[in-house]
């Protein structure tokens, strides 16, 4: 059969990795890590009005565009 070392191998690899032991059980967490600070708030809504606000006008916009071009005919 054709490639069968590699097949071999493989398989050989895959049952070394199904016995090995897992790695993330031994990391931890921290429980407090999700704590947002005193100005977080105030940024990330600043931040969302930042992104949101230029996207709806393009939006809006082209709308409009589309709108007046119609209107014209």
Do not use: W, Y
């Not at 097949?7 to 429980?31: F, G």
């Not at 082209?62 to 709108?67: D, F, K, R």
């Amino acid at each position: 059969m054709f490639f069968q070392k590699r097949i071999d191998r493989a398989m050989k690899l895959s049952e070394e990795r199904k016995n090995r032991e897992p790695v993330c059980d031994k990391l931890t967490v921290d429980e407090n890590s999700n704590q947002t600070e005193k100005g977080d708030l105030p940024a990330m809504i600043i931040s969302a009005l930042l992104v949101f606000i230029p996207a709806a006008l393009a939006v809006l916009l082209i709308m409009a565009a589309i709108s007046v071009l119609l209107l014209r005919i």
